[in-house]
């Protein structure tokens, strides 16, 4: 049987971790290892987030999140890569990691198609509940930044979240 490897595609606040939840699957994040720098340090979110820009510190950041989707392609088990992945060129870039190290995959890219003023509010509600912020300015440059999936990306499957 092989092993299914879904990309999430889609700004911050689109839905990408409440689509993994109700799947049921196993994800690897980098905002999972920001939370779990805060946990370990007495931090919320943002506070991690801050800090960890502080230190300097998203290059270890990275090198564990390519390590954990390593990790994960060798368990054979279905998984999903949390993450904006906002462009063609971090797209692919998952794409090539995941094919070098796994003969038997299928990669579904899962693209949110959501609108700004939707993620607005849902980033609103979020930040009063949990006090995970992200300033409204990176979320507009995320949605000017942001390139559709396309076919020659070298995914198998796209599915459209809307």
Known sequence: MKQTVYITSGVSGSGKSTYIKNHKLDSV????LVEDYGREHG???TQAFEEIQKKKLFGTINSIFYDNIIDNLNTGKD???DRTSLNAFTRKSLIDLIKSNSTDTDIVVVYFDISKDVVLKRLADREAK???GIPEDVIEKQFENFEEPTNDEGYDR?????
């Open 29 to 32: 994040s980098t905002d999972e």
């Open 43 to 45: 931090f919320n979110y």
């Open 79 to 81: 998984f999903v890569i």
């Open 130 to 132: 949990t006090g995970k």
């Open 158 to 162: 796209l599915e459209v979240v809307q």
